[in-house]
């Protein structure tokens, strides 16, 4: 299978294993990937995971999740190193955004971000979390997600705090 091919369909080696071969790093321009969404437009996909290293103490966490497919739906986590958890159900973050204020007291958090699809057609799921202080974005994280009936997906964002 060529190279050419090969980022048309996917390699069925691949979808036999329920993965979806595409480059990590790639802008969103079509409108089927969130281009009509003005906080989600022209952004890198981030993949499934990342860090953020030295975010400013008194910084905000703002979380928004936009499906694409009405039979999807998400829930969030974020969990910090001494414990503590909070839960988000769908209808917080999603249009979103959710805005909890981070605080260096707690060093390090992990957001989680869980994606579960329904219903018969495929569709995408757009992830946008930012750590916005004083007004600026000091972070972003964008990912998206696609999936069919019963296909759970999970994304993450580390957060260290200065």
Do not use: C
Request: proline share 7%.
């Amino acid at each position: 299978m060529n190279e050419e091919t090969r980022n048309k369909e996917g390699d069925p080696r691949d979808q036999e294993l329920g993965r979806i071969w595409a480059p990590q790093a790639r802008a969103v321009t079509e409108e089927t990937d969130f281009a009509d969404t003005p906080a989600m437009a022209n952004l890198q996909d981030d993949g499934p995971a990342k860090i953020w290293m030295n975010v400013p103490d008194g910084s905000v966490l703002e979380l928004s999740v936009a499906p694409k497919n009405p039979f999807a739906a998400a829930v969030a986590r974020l969990s910090t190193i001494g414990g503590k958890v909070e839960v988000w159900p769908h209808q917080d973050i999603s249009p979103g955004p959710k805005i909890r204020p981070l605080a260096s007291t707690e060093e390090k958090y992990v957001l989680s971000i869980v994606v579960a699809f329904d219903g018969d057609d495929p569709g995408k799921v757009g992830i946008l979390a930012r750590a916005v202080h004083q007004g600026a974005t000091v972070n972003t994280y964008f990912h998206v997600v696609g999936g069919a009936r019963g296909d759970i997906k999970l994304s993450r964002v580390l957060i260290d705090m200065q």
